[in-house]
């Protein structure tokens, strides 16, 4: 089956930077919309960014400037580059995708989660 597979995680102080894979592997036979959300303790998950097939991004309005998403379609990988991290950008970092295996309606696909922690 597909799976999606997150990296990049760590601990930094506020300003510093991280940058986030999540490679997706499998049966796929097409991937449509790739991209990033996060969820902190006690709060609802919300999207960060998202990137098309064709690489048109957007961005939630709190990352917009500091934070790229891309992707390699010929590795199946998104990438988050995230500069100038501040305290609230702690959370858990979700890659998420919409994949088809087979010619059809795609399927939504989450990753593990990697754990972001920016505090001095």
């Known amino acids: 089956q597909v799976q999606l597979v997150e990296s990049g995680g760590g601990l930094v102080q506020p300003g510093e930077s991280l940058r986030l894979s999540c490679a997706a592997s499998g049966r796929i036979f097409s991937i449509n919309e790739m991209g990033w959300y996060r969820q902190a303790p006690g709060r609802q998950r919300e999207l960060v960014a998202s990137?098309?097939?064709?690489?048109?991004?957007q961005y939630a309005d709190s990352v917009k400037g500091r934070f790229t998403i891309s992707r390699d379609n010929a590795k199946n990988t998104v990438y988050l580059q995230m500069n100038s991290l501040k305290p609230e950008d702690t959370a858990v970092y979700y890659c998420?995708?919409?994949?088809?295996?087979?010619?059809?309606?795609?399927?939504?696909?989450w990753g593990q989660g990697t754990q972001v922690t920016v505090s001095s």
């Open positions: 998420n995708a919409l994949i088809k295996v087979r010619i059809g309606a795609p399927s939504n696909y």
């Open positions: 990137i098309t097939s064709g690489g048109k991004p």
